[in-house]
């Protein structure tokens, strides 16, 4: 970490959104307001219309403690309830924290400082995945190798510095404004396409290994293959709103599928081509040795399920860049060509004009206010809270 935390720091804004987390909310809400902050520390729940008993436990931790404060979020989309989050929050610093994860000890304190040490217009760290079944630790274990997920930083780790994403993040106000905030198009990927926005603005993007964060991973096969296939959809549709961000660890996924089906076919096809078969055998190879590998140290039921959970990942990701939707691209084509990004709206009451009076030359002073203000894009795609 760089510098050294002030006496008192400013106030922040931790938005939550939240859509069936009856299972995680406590925890996630209790880790934030059990951070010994040296400042004033709000949590604004977005909460969605969820088919369990989420809303109950919103309200009693609104309940229980002041600092806990609700707003709707009726589409029980991610980035509608940020928005809405955001534009309630009274704070100029706003901290992004999810419905299923749970904040390590000084992570509020650290990631402000830090903000403030370097002049950045957000500041994250690791996702730091840990499951309780043997499946859900299988899943953590592959959410946290390069087989899994290639070399982000903020599933693998590595040294503090500016960075293309980081995980959930600490905002200063003035940056999410001045890049529109988030795009309502994207019920995925909707991170990655924030901070794209905000380094192009001029914005810092900033990684800190100390920010760690725990993360639940999805606790069954379907639910996680739907959430990689996801991820693959709406990665190909950034990739058509902002062209040349697209790079070989995003197409490795689309090209094994391709390959290795392709490779399957011919091989099935005729005894001539038997030995293409080769390939999807190298690869099942390649999946059962090196799920084996990253789960050394783990109980043997998980071990077992990691290899399966990393070819679920790779194959589902895969797929959802493959037959993403042309009229998803289209979409956020014309939404792109239409306003570059319309403004989060204002501060909530009691807000505060500035986040600290030594930012004035810092990175969320350096980005131009160059939204546009036709409204939050389309809602084209209903998508789960839950990342």
Avoid at 138 to 154: D, I, Q
Wanted: hydrophobic fraction near 40%; include cysteine.
């Amino acid at each position: 970490m760089s510098g050294s935390a002030p006496e008192r720091l400013p106030a922040v804004s931790v938005v939550m959104p939240v859509l069936e987390e009856e299972r995680h909310l406590r925890a996630a809400v209790g880790r934030v307001l059990a951070q010994e902050y040296p400042g004033e520390v709000e949590a604004v729940l977005a909460v969605g219309p969820s088919k369990d008993r989420t809303q109950e436990v919103a309200e009693a931790l609104a309940g229980e403690d002041p600092r806990v404060r609700i707003v709707p979020n009726p589409t029980g989309r991610t980035p509608d309830a940020l928005n809405a989050g955001i534009g309630a929050a009274r704070y100029d610093v706003i901290a992004r924290v999810d419905g299923h994860a749970e904040l390590c000890d000084g992570y509020l304190e650290t990631a402000v400082t830090e903000l403030l040490a370097v002049g950045a217009a957000n500041v994250g760290g690791i996702m730091d995945a840990q499951g309780i079944t043997p499946f859900e630790r299988a899943v953590a274990t592959a959410m946290k190798s390069r087989l899994g997920v290639g070399n982000a930083r903020f599933h693998v780790g590595g040294e503090a510095g500016e960075a293309e994403t980081v995980y959930l993040g600490v905002f200063r106000r003035e940056a999410l404004e001045a890049a529109g905030g988030y795009d309502s198009h994207f019920a995925r990927a909707q991170d990655w396409e924030l901070n794209h926005r905000i380094r192009r603005m001029g914005g810092l993007v900033w990684f800190v290994p100390d920010l760690t964060v725990t993360y639940r991973p999805r606790g069954t096969l379907e639910a996680l293959a739907r959430q990689y296939f996801n991820y693959g959809r709406w990665r190909r549709v950034v990739a058509a709103r902002h062209e040349g961000t697209i790079n070989l660890r995003y197409l490795a996924p689309p090209a094994m599928v391709v390959g290795t089906t392709a490779a399957t076919v011919l091989g099935l096809a005729s005894r001539r081509t038997r030995l293409a078969l080769l390939v999807p055998a190298g690869y099942a190879a390649a999946v059962t040795v090196g799920g084996w590998a990253i789960s050394a140290g783990e109980p043997t039921s998980t071990r077992v399920r990691t290899p399966l959970v990393l070819a679920a990942m790779h194959w589902c990701w895969g797929l959802g860049f493959l037959t993403s939707p042309r009229t998803l691209r289209e979409n956020a084509l014309t939404v792109a060509a239409r306003d570059d990004g319309p403004p989060v709206p204002g501060p909530g009451p009691g807000a505060s004009s500035t986040v600290d009076a030594r930012t004035n030359t810092t990175a969320g002073a350096r980005v131009s206010n160059e939204s546009g203000a036709n409204g939050w894009g389309t809602n084209d795609v209903v998508g789960e809270v839950r990342a």
